[in-house]
Each structure stands twice: as structure tokens, then as C-alpha cells.
């Protein structure tokens, strides 16, 4: 069993940054691929940037540049740093993990079998 635990989210004005820190625990050896998503409220959950076990990144076009992905595997923590955030950025942010399942894309919520309970980020402008 994989648990996540997601924190780091807060208030900020536009134009700051905010990393966000999701830390793993149990049969972490089963994890293959780790992705952040947020969610607004009345919106669908969109994928924000995942990377697997090896270091390879992806990112959804529209915010690649201002948000990074990246983790520490001997801490077994995943990072998510978001520079000139802005008031449309405002969001619960979830951290997800694939251990098993069918792979729909990096991006899509249904590839992942493990979420956290989510960390808010709130953007005021």
C-alpha cells in the first residue's frame, strides 16, 4: 500500500512562488510514476507535470516554465515549484502516485491509484 501526503500550499499575492513538497510512504518500491494536478472548484482536475522513476519529466504545455517538478528519492519526496503564480493558479493542488492500474497518460487522474488529501494554494492578485 502507497499512502501520499501533500503540503506546502498557502496564500500568496501574484507575482510569488510557492514550492510544494508530496511525501510517500509504504511500498514506495512499487511507485513507477509520481504526478501533480490541481483543482479548482467547479472545474474538472487537470494535470499539472508527472515524472517516473528515472527522472524523466512531463509537463503540460501551458505551464511548463513557470512550474517545476522534482523529487529527492532518498527522502521519497516530490517536489512542485511554482514561480509568478497568478490569481487563475488559485487551486487545491493533489499529489498523485501510480503503483498499478492501465496507463491512460501522465496527465490523465484515472492512471493513478493513490491520492493525497490535497493542499490549497490561494493566489490573490
Known amino acids: 500500500e502507497v499512502q501520499v501526503v501533500e503540503s506546502g500550499g498557502g496564500s500568496v499575492q501574484a507575482g510569488g512562488s510557492l514550492r510544494l513538497s508530496c511525501e510517500r510512504f509504504?511500498?514506495?518500491?512499487?511507485?513507477?510514476?509520481m504526478a501533480w494536478f490541481r483543482q479548482a472548484p467547479g472545474k474538472e482536475r487537470e494535470g499539472i507535470a508527472g515524472t517516473n522513476r528515472e527522472g524523466r519529466t512531463d509537463y503540460v504545455e501551458s505551464l511548463k516554465g513557470r512550474f517545476t517538478i522534482s523529487q529527492d528519492i532518498a527522502k521519497n519526496i516530490l517536489y512542485l515549484q511554482m514561480n509568478n503564480l497568478q490569481p487563475e493558479d488559485t487551486a487545491m493542488y493533489f499529489c498523485a502516485a501510480a503503483s498499478s492500474g492501465t496507463w491512460f497518460g501522465f496527465d490523465r487522474p484515472g492512471s493513478y491509484n493513490n491520492w493525497g488529501q490535497g493542499t490549497q494554494v490561494t493566489v490573490s492578485s
Open positions: 509504504g511500498y514506495t518500491q512499487s511507485i513507477y510514476y
